[in-house]
């Protein structure tokens, strides 16, 4: 999609559709409706049905054909709540729901005006942001697919046009590299093995100037990844370590990022196999990894000054006749020693040996991501990720970066009083905790592989993928925390 500014008066814009939006300053029972832009032109346009066909409410949205006064063929209103609650979060989904309504209209471009409420660089941002989001269908592989897609899109603001156009570079930046990684994750395990995800992150890592190293089974036994290496026995898809380096000329020696990635291209569960109900899902276990992959890729594009390892951790979860079992003993690279409950708790064994690698790399802060736990899920549901940190002060950067992003998680507890759940009569830690508390005891296992380094761990099993489809967001891979961990990154150059 192509994006670009227009400074012009809404009325002087050629487009197939002009996209305004409704807003509502009523309280209570009372309306008020008003366009969110003081323009005479479009109020005109407007006028018959603001307040009866056009109430404000969110998301609604009126179609109206060959407008009066208006040089565009159609104008399209669309809601957005209450004047009080509306934002830069809700401007994104106006943005998502315009481009999904309009594309299945098949129209190829639309001109969306930025509306007055937030500050103009913010809503930029989050037009752009949104339109990437609500562009993306995951239906890849219908025959009959039509392929349709916004192809331009023009955003009519008012401001400081530098500043504007590098806001809508920035964003352009962000919103592709959300949509690469849903691409990742839409894609079946037999189409993205392990080499294969490792081969779309040394593609990408050529296109945007990343170092980019790929290791197989030799050198993740050689690194004494016990607990990596313990899931990938199992399956006869080769494993990959993928490690990608931003170390832009001029960053300080410190801090340095890492970024670590769940990524199991498939869960079975192993030995402790699923059931089938639902299995297909678990394609989608590589998320946490793709999430890195393509927050490098933005990373390397905005060249913030500070320096980023990205590490994901790629298997499959497989039952064979090399599985490991319940019963058995890992040692990880740390050299704790595991006692395995459950194979299906893989992702916490994959992620130890990837965040302990990060630490002997020299990372001195650390996010991970996963889709580790259905216990998140029945915490937090579809709505809000899980977040941990074993630092507040981390965590308050990354929550900042958060709200900038537009993204939701919920924090979640490491009391040590936890710890008891997960400890081993026979070694020094098991891999999972027993029925309660599950996706924080998960977390605490982590936790012990993180050490004293400040680290951020991301659980986005009830986020990853969108159950059902919204009017801004199609069902399928959501593209969550993307934003959030460049954000966060790029806070890294500015805080020192
Ligand atoms: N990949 C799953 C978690 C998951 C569940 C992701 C639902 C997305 C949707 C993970 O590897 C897993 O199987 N976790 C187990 C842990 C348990 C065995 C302690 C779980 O959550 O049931
Ligand atoms: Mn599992
Ligand atoms: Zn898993």
């Known amino acids: 999609m192509k994006t670009n500014l227009s400074f012009s008066?809404?009325?002087?814009?050629?487009?197939?559709?002009?996209?305004?939006?409704?807003?509502?300053?009523?309280?209570?029972?009372?309306?008020?409706v008003y366009l969110a832009i003081e323009d005479k032109s479009v109020q005109q346009a407007a006028a018959d049905v603001l307040g009866t066909e056009a109430t404000g409410k969110m998301l609604e949205t009126t179609l109206l054909h060959k407008p009066a006064n208006l040089k565009a063929k159609r104008l399209l209103l669309i809601g957005g709540g209450k004047t009080k609650k509306f934002s830069s979060l809700e401007l994104r989904k106006l943005a998502g729901a315009a481009v999904r309504g309009l594309k299945s209209?098949?129209?190829?471009?639309?001109?969306?005006?930025?509306?007055?409420?937030?500050?103009?660089?913010?809503?930029?941002?989050?037009?752009?942001?949104?339109?990437?989001?609500?562009?993306?269908?995951?239906?890849?592989y219908q025959s009959d697919r039509k392929d349709q897609q916004i192809d331009n899109l023009t955003i009519i603001a008012r401001g400081d046009q530098k500043n504007l156009q590098n806001e809508l570079e920035e964003a352009r930046i962000i919103g592709e590299s959300q949509n690469f990684v849903r691409q990742l994750v839409n894609e079946p395990s037999n189409r993205m093995t392990p080499t294969i995800l490792a081969d779309h992150a040394k593609k990408m890592s050529e296109e945007v100037g990343l170092k980019c190293e790929v290791y197989g089974a030799d050198k993740i036994k050689e690194l004494k990844m016990g607990a990596f290496w313990g899931v990938a026995q199992g399956s006869d898809e080769?494993?990959?370590?993928?490690?990608?380096?931003?170390?832009?000329?001029?960053?300080?020696?410190?801090?340095?990022?890492?970024?670590?990635?769940?990524?199991?291209?498939?869960?079975?569960?192993?030995?402790?196999?699923?059931?089938?109900?639902?299995?297909?899902?678990?394609?989608?276990?590589?998320?946490?990894?793709?999430?890195?992959?393509?927050?490098?890729?933005?990373?390397?594009?905005?060249?913030?000054?500070?320096?980023?390892?990205?590490?994901?951790?790629?298997?499959?979860?497989?039952?064979?006749?090399?599985?490991?079992?319940?019963?058995?003993?890992?040692t990880a690279m740390s050299g704790k020693t595991i006692e395995i409950i459950n194979t299906d708790a893989e992702g916490r064994l994959v992620l130890a040996d990837g965040l302990t690698y990060a630490r002997q790399l020299g990372c001195t802060h650390l996010v991970d991501a996963?889709?580790?736990?259905?216990?998140?899920?029945?915490?937090?549901?579809?709505?809000?990720?899980?977040?941990?940190?074993?630092?507040?002060?981390?965590?308050?950067?990354?929550?900042?970066?958060?709200?900038?992003?537009?993204?939701?998680m919920w924090r979640l507890p490491l009391d040590d009083e936890y710890k008891e759940q997960i400890r081993s009569n026979i070694a020094d830690i098991m891999n999972t905790?027993?029925?309660?508390?599950?996706?924080?005891?998960?977390?605490?296992?982590?936790?012990?592989?993180?050490?004293?380094?400040?680290?951020?761990?991301?659980?986005?099993?009830?986020?990853?993928?969108?159950?059902?489809?919204?009017?801004?967001?199609?069902?399928?891979?959501?593209?969550?925390?993307?934003?959030?961990?460049?954000?966060?990154?790029?806070?890294?150059?500015n805080h020192r």
């Open 105 to 140: 209209r098949s129209l190829r471009s639309f001109a969306m005006i930025t509306p007055d409420g937030p500050n103009a660089g913010d809503a930029v941002t989050a037009i752009v942001e949104g339109a990437f989001v609500g562009n993306f269908d995951s239906n890849t």
């Open 9 to 32: 008066a809404p009325a002087e814009v050629e487009t197939d559709c002009l996209v305004a939006v409704v807003l509502d300053r009523g309280e209570k029972d009372k309306t008020d």
């Open 238 to 330: 080769p494993p990959a370590l993928i490690v990608m380096r931003y170390e832009p000329a001029g960053a300080p020696e410190k801090p340095v990022l890492g970024l670590v990635g769940k990524g199991i291209t498939f869960d079975t569960g192993g030995i402790s196999i699923k059931p089938a109900d639902g299995m297909e899902k678990m394609k989608y276990d590589m998320a946490g990894g793709a999430t890195m992959i393509g927050v490098m890729r933005a990373i390397a594009l905005l060249k913030p000054k500070v320096k980023v390892i990205g590490i994901v951790c790629a298997t499959e979860n497989m039952p064979s006749g090399k599985a490991q079992k319940p019963g058995d003993i890992q």
């Open 433 to 493: 905790g027993g029925r309660w508390g599950g996706a924080i005891t998960a977390a605490m296992f982590l936790k012990e592989f993180a050490e004293d380094t400040p680290w951020i761990h991301l659980d986005i099993a009830g986020t990853a993928w969108m159950e059902d489809q919204k009017a801004w967001i199609a069902k399928g891979p959501s593209g969550i925390a993307v934003r959030s961990l460049i954000e966060f990154a790029r806070d890294f150059a």
């Open 370 to 408: 996963a889709t580790l736990t259905g216990a998140v899920v029945v915490a937090l549901g579809y709505a809000n990720a899980g977040i941990f940190a074993n630092d507040d002060a981390i965590y308050e950067r990354f929550s900042k970066a958060m709200s900038k992003a537009g993204e939701k």
